[in-house]
């Protein structure tokens, strides 16, 4: 015969102080763990999900990255003739030679200077990114010292509104449209024309990149394939996914130190709900005994115990993930081993996030549980009524 849930509800409440302070910290436990895997989803989507699997990315051979490097021309008009290469809107190869270079930027709060991205792009480059959205203003005119900025990098740096004027390369050049990237990579960036660009930072008649869309994915397999064996090239194609993912690199440390810290924390918060529970177990060893008297089973007394420390850690996630919430979406960055330029990204309370939260939670009441549940079941009946 199983006991009532409606019991375990009961005691729960009759210890408002212990079960409050008992949910609490592993409220706090929850919140952590939860802080961590956002920033871990805001970092997967800025990376792993940044990038077309149709576009190619082309590099110099041996480069680790866009920063590093570069090709001649001659090399970007070769590519431009490979079969497989999708069309634009002029019936043109939709390619786009790009350099990327990084500036310094001052925060807006004023704690500090960071390396910014600056990505300098043909015109095709925007139709390359799929999933770019512009906000506010216009997108940059080819051959002007204008540039589009992230809406990310407009919140989080100084004099990046449209209208302001970055210094850097050789010059002004005037912020003319604020972007959105939907979370990836790209809000980590400052876009522009590339011949501008090329001829700020001397680097003309070359690109240090270039990407090219292919009709479909088996093409895009090929054109990797075509581009990596040419021997007459000496350049390196992978897809633009790839690529990214490579980058997911920048958040090992927050991932280790994280799931440290919340390890830790869950230590101690099972130890405060198993203290919790043997406290519960000594305070009703007489109701215990009296159970068992009426006829209800050791199994039973056990899974009850268990129980209620289940649903006082469940108590502890939703108030976590309570306590999370004004964070969702918030902006923050790290550093890119790959560009040694600041990522961007938001932390992203998914439902994945949530799910493992609530199964964090249940580890812990399990395992602050099912000892002090032991011990309940295993009382002296007789004992236990003369106490």
């Not at 490097?69 to 431009?80: D, M, R, S, V, Y």
């Not at 390396?115 to 002007?144: C, I």
């Not at 440290?260 to 406290?279: D, K, L, R």
């Not at 493992?356 to 002090?372: R, S, W």
């Amino acid at each position: 015969m199983a006991i009532p849930i409606t019991y375990n509800i009961r005691n729960l409440k009759l210890r408002k102080g212990l079960t409050i302070m008992t949910a609490l910290g592993i409220a706090l436990t929850v919140t952590t763990a939860v802080f961590v895997m956002a920033l871990l989803a805001g970092l997967d989507r800025a990376f792993v999900g940044t990038g077309d699997p149709l576009n190619v990315l082309v590099l110099r051979k041996g480069s680790q990255g866009e920063l590093t490097g570069g090709f001649p021309a001659e090399n970007f008009q070769t590519l431009k003739t490979l079969p497989g290469i999708a069309k634009d809107s002029h019936g043109e190869p939709l390619v786009s030679g790009e350099w990327v270079v990084a500036i310094v930027l001052p925060r807006a709060d004023g704690s500090g200077e960071v390396n910014v991205t600056v990505r300098g792009m043909m015109q095709d480059g925007l139709a390359l990114r799929n999933g770019v959205k512009l906000v506010e203003g216009r997108w940059f005119t080819p051959g002007q010292r204008e540039v589009v900025v992230s809406d990310s990098i407009q919140k989080r740096f100084a004099h990046a509104n449209v209208g302001d004027t970055l210094q850097f390369g050789k010059g002004p050049w005037k912020i003319v449209g604020v972007f959105n990237a939907g979370g990836s990579a790209y809000e980590s960036e400052i876009w522009g024309d590339v011949n501008q660009m090329s001829s700020d930072f001397d680097r003309q008649g070359a690109y240090g990149s270039a990407y090219l869309r292919a009709t479909d994915p088996v093409s895009a397999d090929a054109l990797v394939h075509r581009v990596s064996d040419d021997q007459r090239l000496k350049l390196d194609g992978m897809l633009e996914t790839d690529y990214y993912k490579k980058q997911m690199s920048s958040g090992n440390l927050i991932r280790v130190i994280g799931w440290i810290v919340a390890i830790i924390m869950a230590i101690g918060s099972s130890f405060a709900a198993m203290n919790t529970m043997y406290a519960a177990v000594s305070y009703r060893s007489r109701e215990i005994a009296t159970l068992r008297v009426i006829g209800f089973s050791q199994p039973s007394i056990l899974t009850s115990f268990v129980f209620e420390s289940v649903v006082l850690s469940l108590l502890g996630a939703a108030v976590g993930l309570v306590l999370m919430l004004p964070f969702n979406g918030m902006t923050t960055g790290t550093q890119n081993q790959i560009t040694f330029s600041e990522a961007v990204f938001r932390l992203q309370m998914t439902p994945e996030v949530a799910a493992i939260a609530v199964l964090f939670a249940i580890i812990m009441g399990l395992v602050g549980g099912i000892a002090p549940a032991w011990h309940a079941a295993r009382q002296n009946i007789l004992t236990s009524l003369r106490g």
